[in-house]
Nanobody
Framework: QVQLVESGGGLVQAGDSLRLSCVVA?????????WGWFRQAPGKDREFVAR???????FYADSVKGRATISKDQATNTVYLEMNSLKPEDTAVYYC??????????WGQGTQVTVSS
């Protein structure tokens, strides 16, 4: 069974930067897999943040465009989400997900990001 594990969350101040990581802790993923980052704030639905296709195309939500970068280290098979100029509204649990064709079959347990004003 595939298990994804996120890390890198925490309490930061507005304007700070952070980098979230997502590793495949167990299991084997299919080839040609794409990756996504999502987030869910208290009382809100989960929302898309960023996407990295298996062809290395990237897409971002308007709310983070210009402040976020999704990438993957092929050597370590680690997916990253770097965010800068963090805002209190970025506070959420952040999830990484993997799948094919924009459909995400594999999800991590999430990592909390709290941005204080």
């Amino acid at each position: 069974q595939v298990q994804l594990v996120e890390s890198g969350g925490g309490l930061v101040q507005a304007g700070d930067s952070l980098r979230l990581s997502c590793v495949v802790a167990s299991g084997r993923l299919p080839t040609r897999i794409g990756w996504g980052w999502f987030r869910q704030a208290p009382g809100k639905d989960r929302e898309f943040v960023a996407r990295l296709t298996w062809t290395s195309l990237t897409f971002y939500a308007d709310s983070v465009k210009g402040r976020a970068t999704i990438s993957k280290d092929q050597a370590t098979n680690t997916v990253y989400l770097e965010m800068n100029s963090l805002k209190p509204e970025d506070t959420a649990v952040y999830y990484c997900a993997g799948g094919q064709g924009g459909n995400y079959d594999y999800w991590g347990q999430g990592t909390q990001v709290t941005v204080s004003s």
